[in-house]
C-alpha cells in the first residue's frame, strides 16, 4: 500500500480546476491531485502536464497533472540524462524514455543494474520540429 499521499496542483488547469470552459479532466474540478509521496515535477513534459508545448492533449507520462511519484532514492535517469525522452528517437517523435518511463528519474538501485551503454548520458537537446538538435560538453 503506498504510505504517504500528498495533494500536488494540478498543472493542466494551474490548480483552477476549470480548463478550456470544462470542468478539468486530469483532477475533476478539485484543482489538486492526490499523489504517493515522494513527488517530483515530471520530467517528459517538464511539469506542464502537457504532451507537447502548446498541445492540448495531456501528458501521457503523470497524464497531464504535471507530477510524478518516484522512488525515495530516485537519481536522475542515465539514458535520458533527466529529460524523460527516449534518446533513440529524439528529436522525432519524443516518445517517453523506456527507462524511467518519461519520469526523468530512476531508483539508484535500477541505475546500478544498467548495462554500461546505457549508464552514459547523451546529451542532446529536444529539438523540437527541427531535425536534431546535439549539444556537445
Ligand atoms: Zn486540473
Ligand atoms: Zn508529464
Ligand atoms: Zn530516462
Known amino acids: 500500500m503506498p504510505k504517504d499521499k500528498v495533494e500536488v496542483p494540478c498543472a493542466f488547469c494551474r490548480g483552477t480546476g476549470r480548463s478550456r470552459g470544462a ?47 518516484v522512488e525515495e532514492d530516485a537519481v536522475p535517469c542515465p539514458p535520458c540524462g533527466g529529460t524523460g525522452v527516449e534518446p533513440a528517437v529524439l528529436g522525432e517523435s519524443q516518445l517517453p524514455c523506456l527507462t524511467c518511463r518519461g519520469k526523468g528519474v530512476i531508483s539508484a538501485e535500477r541505475a546500478k543494474k544498467l548495462p554500461p551503454e546505457k549508464r552514459r548520458p547523451r546529451r542532446r537537446g529536444r529539438g523540437y520540429g527541427s531535425g536534431e538538435v546535439t549539444l556537445e560538453y
Open 23 to 69: 470542468v478539468c479532466p486530469v483532477c475533476r474540478g478539485a484543482g489538486t491531485v492526490s499523489l504517493s509521496a515522494p513527488t517530483r515535477h515530471c520530467a517528459y513534459c517538464r511539469g506542464s502536464g502537457l504532451q507537447q508545448r502548446g498541445s492540448a492533449l495531456t501528458c501521457g507520462v503523470c497524464g497531464g497533472v504535471g507530477w510524478v511519484t
